[in-house]
T-cell receptor
Framework: KAGVTQTPRYLIKTRGQQVTLSCSPI?????VSWYQQTPGQGLQFLFE???????NKGNFPGRFSGRQFSNSRSEMNVSTLELGDSALYLC????????????FGSGTRLTVV | AQSVAQPEDQVNVAEGNPLTVKCTYS??????LFWYVQYPNRGLQFLLK??????LVKGSYGFEAEFNKSQTSFHLKKPSALVSDSALYFC?????????????FGAGTILRVKS
């Protein structure tokens, strides 16, 4: 059974650019959540998508957005990149919207220069 | 609001010795608790969870955790540490949101196992 697949693994972008990250959940999982991991702030919840709708959102500016497709794959977009957006972005999928746990992908390491 | 505290930034233990990584939580209602491990430049790997039932939970790679409701703790343990256990460990609690759940993580504890 394939796990959660995140692409690309590494990205280097320039300030002001935008970026799109992709996440394919475990087959059958319809809930996809995104987390940002930084040395200073730790792991923070960005948002959750379920059935192609954003259900919950963390405390992040509107530059952070996402979407989910009918096959449950999700994309996350960050516009007007700032140096502080450099982080490891983790995607997690869940069969039951997190009631019994999440499976995480390997993450996308974004570096903004 | 739900929160998790991992009071130790780093835990050092000799190979073969027992290890404990501490976690305390604050949550309204019944806690759903998780431990994850992260190796360098990798995502989070699930170790174990407590939802209900026995206070001693057994997980992957020989790890176990003890749920203590009165002390609001969920410490991770292993009877005999391996050098390969060296990694970053996160305790997390499920937090209910308006339309679902999210995980609230502790700051993480670096475990170093020396041979």
């Amino acid at each position: 059974k394939a796990g959660v697949t995140q692409t690309p693994r590494y990205l280097i972008k320039t300030r002001g650019q935008q970026v799109t990250l992709s996440c394919s959940p475990i087959s059958g999982h319809r809930s996809v959540s995104w987390y940002q991991q930084t040395p200073g702030q730790g792991l923070q919840f960005l948002f959750e998508y379920f059935s192609e709708t954003q259900r919950n959102k963390g405390n992040f500016p509107g530059r952070f957005s996402g979407r989910q497709f009918s096959n449950s794959r999700s994309e996350m977009n960050v516009s007007t990149l700032e140096l502080g957006d450099s982080a490891l972005y983790l995607c997690a999928s869940s069969l039951d919207r997190g009631n019994y746990g999440y499976t995480f992908g390997s993450g996308t390491r974004l570096t903004v220069v | 609001a739900q929160s998790v505290a991992q009071p130790e930034d780093q835990v050092n233990v000799a190979e073969g010795n027992p290890l404990t990584v501490k976690c305390t939580y604050s949550v309204s209602g019944n806690p759903y608790l998780f431990w994850y491990v992260q190796y360098p430049n990798r995502g989070l790997q699930f170790l174990l969870k407590y939802i209900t039932g026995d206070n001693l939970v057994k997980g992957s790679y020989g790890f176990e955790a003890e749920f203590n409701k009165s002390q609001t703790s969920f410490h991770l343990k292993k009877p005999s540490a391996l050098v390969s256990d060296s990694a970053l460990y996160f305790c997390a609690v499920r937090a209910k949101m308006e339309y679902g759940n999210k995980l609230v993580f502790g700051a993480g504890t670096i475990l170093r196992v020396k041979s």
